[in-house]
């Protein structure tokens, strides 16, 4: 991630935020899910919307977590 994109990001979720590189955004929502259940951190209906949203645009892509000890 450039640091122009970066900073156009901030502190948003995908709600409000995708990567402006198309090829990309797979990675960044897979990531984005396997994080919080990694760390067990919650997910807003908005944010569940936006997130089902885009990973319906990625039927191959699979989600891999590793759990936080």
């Given at each position: 991630?450039?640091?122009?994109?970066?900073?156009?990001?901030?502190?948003?979720?995908?709600?409000?935020?995708?990567?402006?590189?198309?090829?990309?955004?797979?990675?960044?929502?897979?990531?984005?899910?396997?994080?919080?259940?990694?760390?067990?951190?919650?997910?807003?209906?908005?944010?569940q919307a936006?997130?089902?949203?885009?990973?319906?645009?990625?039927?191959?892509?699979?989600?891999?977590?590793?759990?936080?000890?």
């Open positions: 991630m450039s640091a122009a994109s970066n900073r156009s990001k901030a502190d948003q979720d995908p709600t409000t935020w995708l990567p402006p590189a198309v090829g990309y955004r797979c990675t960044y929502v897979t990531d984005w899910v396997a994080d919080k259940t990694r760390w067990g951190l919650s997910i807003d209906a908005g944010e936006a997130l089902a949203e885009s990973l319906r645009r990625c039927p191959d892509s699979p989600i891999t977590v590793t759990l936080a000890r």
